[in-house]
C-alpha cells in the first residue's frame, strides 16, 4: 500500500501554535500602546497645572477630585473602549449611525477642544525645553512641534508613537518618585481628606475630570484600539487590560503628583500662579528639582501632543469601507501635520499656556457628558454593537457618570456669574 503523501502546503501544529502565540503578542502589544497613549494623554502639561493650582488653593481637600476624577476614568474608559471596539467603528461613526449629523457635532466638539489643548500641550513642551537649555519657549515649541511631526511621518508611525510615549512614560514615573522621595508627605491628612474632604470644589472637579477624561482624551485608547485591527467582541480581553493598565498608570502619576504638591503647600509655601506646577518642583529640591521638572514638563507635553494629534485627526475619519480608509490616509499625513503647526502658530504668537490648560479642562468637562451618553445610546443599538450584551454595571454607572458631570459642569457654569 502506498504511504500517503504528507501536505506540506498545511501549517502542521508548531506553525499554528507560533502564529496563534504571534497574534496574541500583537493583539497584547496594541492594547499597551492604547493604555500608555490614553494614559500619558491624561497626564499632561494641563494635568500638572491644574493640579498644582488645585493643591495651592484646596490643600487635602483636592484629594476628593482626584478620588472621582480615578472613578470616573474607570467608568468612561471601560464604557467607550468597550463600545468602539465591539462595533469595529470610530466614535463619530457611531455617532452618526444613532442620528444622522451627530457624528459631525461630536467631531467638531473634541476637534477643537484638542485643538485648545494642543495649544497648551506644544507650550508646556517649550516651557520643559526653557527649563531645561534656556531657549525661549516660543522657540521650544517649534522644537518639540518639529519632533512631534517626525514621530508621525516616519514608517511605522504608529509603532514609533507608542514607544516613544511608553519612554516618555518612564521618564515622568522616575522623577515623581524621586521628587516624592526627598520630600515629608503628610499621608494622613491626604487619606483623610480624600475620603472625607471639609469643602467641594465642583470646578475643580469639572476641570481635572475635564483635562484628564474629558474631549480628545476618553477616545485615544479606543481608537488606538481600532487602528491596530482589534475588532468585535473577541477582543474585549485586550480592551479590558488595556483600558485598566491605562487607568492604572495614569491614577499613580495623579496621586503622586498630588502629594508632591500637598508636600509643598503644607510647609506654607505660596505656589507661582504664573507656573504652579514648577514651584513644587523648585521648592521640593531646589535648582535640581527645577531642572527635573523641565524634563518632567517636555516629556508631558511631548506625550500630549502626540495622544491629541492622533486621537483629534482620527475624528476627521468617516470611512466605513476600505476605499474610504485609503482614501482618507491619503490626506492623513497633512492632517497632522496641519494640526501640529496651527496648534504651535497659536501659541508662538498668543501664549498663557496656563491659563488656555485650565480653560480647555473645564471646556471638556462640558463634553464628557455628552460624547458618553451618545456611546451608551450605542451600547443598547443591536445596528451598532450586535448581540454584543453590554455589562449593566458600566451602562448604570456610565449614565450615573453622566448625570453628575451635567450638574457639575452646570453648577460650575452658574458660579461663573455670582
Known sequence: MAKESKDLTQPTGLETDAKA??????????????????AMAAVGPGFLTQTAMFTG????????????????????????????????????????DIFPGLGYVLSFLVAVGGLFFN????????LGLNVLFGISPEN??????????????????????????????????????????????????????????TSINFYAIVTIVGGTVGGYISFAGGHRLIEGGLKGKENIKYVNEGA??????????RVLLFLAGLSVVVLGHKLDPANPAASIFQFAAGNFGYKFFGLLL???????????????????????????QHNYEKYRRWLVIGFIVVSTAIFYFIGSPAKVLVFVGALNGFILPIALAILLLAARNKKIIGDYK?????????????????????????GLFK
Not at 119 to 126: D, F, K, P, T, Y
Not at 169 to 195: E, N
Not at 398 to 414: K, N
Open 21 to 38: 502565540a504571534a497574534k496574541k503578542h500583537s493583539a497584547r502589544s496594541i492594547a499597551m500602546g492604547a493604555a500608555f497613549l490614553m
Open 57 to 96: 488653593q484646596m490643600g487635602a481637600n483636592f484629594g476628593f477630585a482626584i478620588l472621582i476624577c480615578i472613578i470616573v476614568d474607570i467608568v468612561v474608559q471601560m464604557n467607550i473602549w468597550r463600545i468602539i471596539v465591539v462595533s469595529g467603528k470610530r466614535a463619530q461613526v457611531i455617532a452618526n
Open 119 to 126: 495649544i497648551g500641550n506644544v507650550g508646556g513642551a517649550g
Open 140 to 197: 521650544g515649541a517649534v522644537i518639540a512641534a518639529c519632533l512631534a511631526i517626525a514621530v508621525f511621518v516616519v514608517k511605522n508611525a504608529l509603532t514609533v508613537m507608542d514607544r516613544t510615549v511608553q519612554v516618555l512614560a518612564v521618564v515622568k514615573v522616575a522623577i515623581l518618585v524621586y521628587i516624592m522621595s526627598v520630600m515629608a508627605v503628610p499621608y494622613q491628612s491626604a487619606i483623610t481628606h480624600t475620603f472625607m474632604p
Open 244 to 253: 485598566l493598565t491605562g487607568i492604572g498608570i495614569a491614577s499613580v502619576i
Open 298 to 324: 517636555f516629556a508631558a507635553g511631548m506625550t500630549s501632543t502626540l495622544g491629541s494629534t492622533f486621537t483629534s485627526t482620527s475624528f476627521l475619519d468617516y470611512a466605513v469601507s476600505t476605499k474610504q
Open 390 to 414: 453590554h455589562p449593566k454595571i458600566l451602562i448604570y454607572t456610565g449614565w450615573l457618570v453622566v448625570a453628575f458631570m451635567a450638574f457639575a459642569s452646570l453648577e460650575t457654569f452658574i
